[in-house]
């Protein structure tokens, strides 16, 4: 019975935690120095996605390093919504897209002037394309025929719902769509029973709500690479870069599709322990932890210690560079700590 007590406890906390509008008592997870805290929290996204996949299977895979401390998953609204929840303290660790980490460090999230310079980053997971799906039936082969159209973009303050609009406002379209606010399961559902006319998601591919809607419906993948280089995308955004989902990807998908992506990273609140960071690294970063994600998520397989800092243009969390440099990996001078 104290064990089940325990356990509500601990998800209670956890849900407060993550996603909280107000900074939660820190010294009730931290230990002291340089120690470990005892229980971590770690935001990963939005039901379906593949965020929310990596943050699990990453804690999972730590907690069986017994390195003293539980790292305790937990979903979140996604990348936006990581990046305000680590400022705030309201988190340990997050999964947030390089583009968010970025324009947040320098106060341009879209709508919120706030500078969040106490996020931390501590490695590359994966590579995020920009998919957006229609019916195959419905005639639209370009976003600049979805005026009109309803489009759902993703949970509100997610990465997936930062990202659709900035790419839509570039090419002045986002005033002609009927944007829509729902995470990657609900999207699918509402697409599936013909309320939604296509839906975004900003994920590694497979992503399970894409496939739950090329299993129930003939489903197309638009271009987006192509309005993206005429509109000069990549010169405004230039943490985006091309990149090709493969055909055979989802059911029914016989061709190549060209499009942008977004690099998935691993953060942390500049708070968390070095020794905590240190230790989270070297299970993952392990030829067991590495071999472990790769085998159950296909967007882990380009994981690995030579490309660890790709797409990383925020400050290394100390303990992260400490890692790093450990393993004999270069760290460009951007993304060094500043000494304490």
Known sequence: MKRFNSVLVIGAMVAFLCGCTSEPDQQSRSGSGGGHQS???FCGGPTGGTFNFFANKIARIVAQGQNGFDLVAKGSGGSGENVRTLHKHGADMAIVYA???FLGRNGKLPGDPIYYDTVRSLSYLYNAPAQLVVRRESGIHSPQELVGRKVAIGN???GA????????RHLQLWDDIIPVNLGYSKAAEEFIAGRIDAFWVLVGPPNASVMQAASSLHIALLNLDDAAVVSEF???YPFYTKTVIPAGTYEGQ???VATFQDAALWCASSALSEQT???SLSAIYSAEGLGKLAGTHRAARDMGLANGLNGVAIPLHRGAYRFWRDKGIHVPSNI???PK
């Open 39 to 41: 229980m971590v929290i």
């Open 99 to 101: 583009g968010d980490a």
């Open 156 to 158: 509100p303050g997610s």
């Open 161 to 168: 719902a930062f990202s659709a609009e900035r790419f839509f």
């Open 234 to 236: 990549y010169d405004t």
């Open 254 to 256: 016989t061709h190549p």
């Open 277 to 279: 960071v240190y230790d």
């Open 336 to 338: 060094i700590p500043l």
